[in-house]
């Protein structure tokens, strides 16, 4: 299957009266969620203030709506006019965004594990953690989380089976094939890894959230006296 | 004490993660603004369940709607839904609750906190809003502002009626019925579920019978909107409410109608929960009936 064919919406379909969701192909696919992105971006800029708020998931697009004022037969026929419309070939990728981590110690109380999983030592799961670019293909959970993905498939360790009550704020961790970072103290279940002195998610920034959907992301290993520099 | 500030809702940052938060009976939010002269979107104060205690300090113009408090201001009790003064010095005292969950206090000019991202609502779960996005504590001063609609208090118009110890609600079907069965699907739309103690303005976790997946138990995230109901892998629903997560990668059953989502807002642990199958013009007519009574007028 071509990129182009494989990046074509399934179905449109109501999650209630005030919610259009678009589905593509339910893969996680950088092609797939490209077009998810460029879609959203149009829609915004082609129904200004008729769309609420677009949010993108892996492989969807969901457009919220006021019902009394915009009707969902109108933005369905809309959207599958902005996807009928648009350019062969890849959409453009987000900005390349560096993240220092400090790995292991006491910021990585899972890297023992992810070890064991992966059959190997701790210095190889960071190796190979950070050698990898990821796509951050979804913002969600809490402000600012950034969903990315793929993890090799050596330390890809599953989500642990009990949840840790607090994550403290920049835990860098995995959970099979995503990877994210933690911006806040909450209760989490990824393998916590490293931590990283960026925020992901501040409201007072002029962008707010560090991340958004499309972006690469390289991780890269610094020792404790450059995390505390950088705090 | 559960008292948190809400306007509309923070709209415009979910792709952040950011939740939308807002009023989980935004019928009742507008109605208290209407009363004390405010334009709808002005932020109030909701009230869950226990009622803060208050000192005025200048002559306040306020009105509580939504569930049913004994409200005493100066030790005198004032009518529900319907503008009252409080004058400076006074206290204004939540007793006890007859009805309904959450109770929304305006006061004319609306609150002028913080407003993060273009809007004054808390979002406990993003930590976002006034006061760092927290509860309401003892000792908090809350500002009054200058927002006006009216020069005079609009008398008006139609009070929810508060469910008594449960309530039925229209729910538009899926987006992934097809991944539960056909039993799962008749069993949802005619069970009355009970409304856990897990719920809050998150969401609400329902207790009464699982239903079955067809197959596969999640979904790649995606965006979960008010009133949607998932269903992860214990067969436990969640109806999704205010203050809800703005992604999620367990499969929406149903999804409750605008219409009906301050109704169900005014549900408290303990209460009983049934819904109802609609289709989307149903949903539409519901809504347009629903914003007469609130205005008077179509819109």
Redesign the interface.
């Known amino acids: 299957m071509s990129a182009d064919a494989a990046a074509e919406i399934v179905r449109i ?7 259009l ?1 678009i ?1 593509f192909r ?3 696919s950088p092609a797939i969620n490209a077009r998810a992105i460029a879609l ?1 971006d149009a829609a915004k800029r082609r129904c200004g203030a008729a769309v ?9 697009l ?1 457009l ?1 709506f006021d ?3 915009v009707d ?1 037969t109108w933005l369905e026929a809309e959207i599958r006019e902005i996807a009928a419309g648009m350019e062969e070939g890849p959409d453009p990728t987000g900005a390349l965004v560096d993240v220092p981590v400090c790995y292991g110690g006491e910021f990585g109380p899972d890297l023992k594990d992810v070890a064991t999983f992966g059959g190997c030592g701790e210095e190889e799961v960071i190796t190979l953690h950070a050698e990898s670019t990821y796509r951050v293909y ?8 950034p ?1 990315m993905a793929a993890v090799n498939d050596r330390i890809a360790a599953p989500r642990r089976s009990t949840p840790r009550a607090v994550v403290p704020p920049g835990s860098v961790a995995i959970a099979g094939a995503q990877t994210g970072i933690y911006p ?1 103290g909450t209760p989490g279940g990824w393998n916590i890894i490293g931590r990283t002195p960026l925020k992901p ?1 501040d ?1 007072a920034r002029a962008q ?2 560090l991340f ?2 499309g972006d690469a992301v390289r991780f890269r290993p610094v020792p404790r006296r450059e995390y505390d520099d950088l705090r | 004490m559960l008292t948190t500030v809400q306007d509309f809702g923070r ?10 938060a807002g009023p989980m009976d935004v019928y009742s939010h507008r109605l208290a603004n209407q009363l004390v002269g405010n334009s709808d979107t002005a932020a109030a104060l909701e009230i869950t369940l226990i009622g803060p205690e208050l000192y005025v300090e200048g002559d306040l113009l306020c009105a509580v709607t939504g569930a049913e408090f004994v409200v005493l201001v100066g030790g005198h009790a004032v009518r529900h839904t319907s503008p009252f003064r409080a004058p400076s010095g006074a206290s204004i005292r939540f007793g006890e609750r007859k009805s309904g969950a959450r109770a929304t206090l305006a006061v004319r000019g609306g609150l002028a906190v913080a407003s ?2 273009g809007s004054r609502s808390t979002s406990l ?4 809003g006034p006061f760092e996005g927290r509860t309401l504590a003892a000792g908090d001063v809350l500002s009054v502002g200058e927002e006006r609609r009216f020069d005079d208090a609009a008398w008006s118009a139609y009070p929810m009626v508060m469910p008594r110890s449960g309530a039925r609600v229209r ?2 079907t ?2 992934h019925d097809a991944m539960f069965t056909t039993g799962a699907l008749d069993t949802f739309f005619s069970t009355r579920f009970s409304v856990t103690s897990a719920s809050n303005r998150t969401g609400y976790r329902l207790g009464g019978t699982t239903i079955s997946h067809a197959a596969a138990a999640d ?5 979960t ?4 109901v998932q269903v992860p892998r214990s067969g436990q629903p969640i109806l999704l409410m205010a203050d809800r ?4 990668g367990y499969p ?1 059953i149903a ?4 219409a009906d989502l301050p109704i169900a807002g005014q549900l408290a642990p303990g209460d009983w929960i049934e819904f109802v199958p609609c289709t ?1 013009a149903a ?2 007519d519901a ?2 009936l629903q ?1 007469r009574r609130l205005t008077g007028r179509a ?1």
């Open positions: 379909v109501s999650t209630g009266d005030s919610a969701l589905e339910q893969t996680i959203a609420r708020d677009a949010v993108v998931g892996y492989a969807t969901t919220y019902p009394l004022v969902a979804m913002i969600g959970f809490v402000p600012g989380f969903y806040t998610f409201a707010p959230s958004r959907p | 709209w415009g940052h979910q792709a952040s993660g950011v939740p939308v993060v991202l779960l993003g930590r976002i729910a538009m899926g987006p979904i790649l995230s995606d965006a909107p008010f009133g949607s997560q703005t992604t999620g929406k999804t409750v109608i605008t989307r949903a539409l809504l347009r914003e819109r």
